[in-house]
């Protein structure tokens, strides 16, 4: 399907920080990098870039554009460099609408750029979107005992995002909030319903292709064992001891399962002495951070996956990405149906363990699954298959693509 009109050129402001494999957050790379542009929209992305010069560059189906933004640890420095990218998106931004037909203006979670943007857009008649996938207050609440959110930092970032949600973001020609739970949140901001679209994350098979040859033997796995993956990041937000304490109360009658980490994070150190701690080292694998291409293939060596965060708001309106991933790669999670879109995610299938965020109750969801997996191997294939169908029919990012477009059209159509 084309687009009726003549041109359709999307600027999206992305904010994160360009890496080579994996330009933008998954969503972002398959939805507007791949299959957007099918429907005949041009896509040009703009990044932050640890670098001193602004370049640009080609990503599958649509144009990179790499703003200098340096990273430094010092915090003076850091704002400074903060300010030099907000100036330079200014000016760019400006020229950009001054000399080109834009379409759509799109924002992703960046206050001062969607600020900057939103002014530009109403000066120059362009429809701007924000795109708000990491709801920042709530995040603020998260990180609340952090450093980053402590004293003057935690009053001006709460302040900000109250006058950002209370007085800015209403003003957007459309949000396209993470999920439907966070779009009943915004609703109750004063955004109407008619001006959002949930833009969740899914999946994109095309990254499920890959394989790494004798991966399970590299670590150490027999063809015997019953591994459950945890993928994400090992942060003490995410308490993933009320994984690990559970799982260390199933070993002693179920030797040959297995707990592999994949990720990093400033709790993954704490979380390994633990493991020796509980004396389940041998049976718990800390991989580290990995290649995101190579993610994919550390799925597939699992039987389940796990998918149990706290229910805080944070968590509450997130969707879970790994939880695609698994079910895709017929890996059954354990999630907690506390928050929504986990909920969500395994009814959708008939494929999954439910549990909720409580110890007890996530080791019955451990034992469950040994259960399903050496007592009734059937019902196991049979929520595989189903798990995998479901993902693709309900998930797919191309299906999202052609959401997001329509609701594009729809902005126009309105001016």
């Not at 402590?150 to 209403?170: A, T």
């Not at 679209?197 to 994109?204: K, N, Y």
């Amino acid at each position: 399907m084309k687009s009726q009109q003549n041109e359709f050129n999307i600027i999206f402001v992305a904010y994160n920080y360009y890496k080579e494999d994996l330009p933008s957050w998954p969503g972002v790379n398959s939805v507007y990098c791949n299959y957007l542009p099918e429907y005949g929209a041009n896509v040009e992305l703009l990044l932050s870039a640890d670098q001193h010069h602004f370049e640009k560059k080609k990503f599958l189906n649509a144009t990179l554009s790499l703003i200098p933004n340096p990273y430094y640890d010092k915090f003076s420095r850091r704002i400074l460099s903060i300010l030099r990218f907000n100036i330079s998106l200014l000016l760019y931004l400006a020229k950009k609408l001054k000399k080109e037909r834009i379409s759509i203006i799109q924002f992703r979670n960046d206050v001062p750029s969607a600020v900057i943007g939103l002014i530009l857009g109403k000066i120059y008649k362009v429809p701007c979107v924000f795109n708000y996938d990491s709801p920042l207050g709530y995040f603020v609440e998260l990180y609340s005992k952090e450093k980053l959110f402590r004293g003057v930092r935690r009053i001006i970032w709460k302040y900000s995002m109250f006058l950002f949600e209370k007085v800015f973001l209403k003003n957007f020609d459309f949000v396209l909030p993470i999920t439907h739970e966070y779009k009943k949140d915004l609703k109750s901001l004063g955004i109407p319903m008619e001006k959002m679209t949930p833009f969740p994350l899914g999946i994109d098979p095309k990254l499920f292709q890959n394989n790494l040859e004798k991966l399970r033997e590299r670590l150490g796995l027999s063809p015997f064992d019953i591994v459950f993956i945890y993928v994400g990041s090992i942060t003490k937000q995410r308490h993933l001891e009320n994984v690990l304490i559970p799982f260390s109360r199933i070993i002693q009658v179920n030797p040959n399962v297995k707990l592999v980490f994949v990720g990093d994070g400033d709790a993954k150190t704490e979380l390994e002495e633990l493991a020796k701690h509980l004396n389940i080292d041998s049976s718990v694998f800390f991989v580290g951070r990995v290649p995101y291409i190579e993610v994919p293939c550390y799925i597939k060596l699992a039987d389940f996956g796990v998918s149990l965060l706290p229910p805080v708001n944070a968590y509450r309106v997130s969707s879970p990405c790994k939880v695609f991933e698994y079910l895709y790669s017929k890996v059954l999670p354990i999630v907690n149906i506390e928050i929504p879109e986990q909920k969500e995610a395994i009814i959708e299938g008939k494929a999954g363990i439910p549990t909720i965020y409580d110890q007890e109750k996530i080791k019955a969801a451990f034992l469950e699954a040994i259960y399903l997996k050496t007592k009734n191997l059937k019902t196991y294939k049979k929520m595989q298959h189903l798990a995998q169908k479901t993902v693709v029919e309900r998930r797919h990012f191309k299906k999202l693509a052609e959401r997001i477009f329509h609701s594009y059209l729809k902005i126009l159509e309105g001016l």
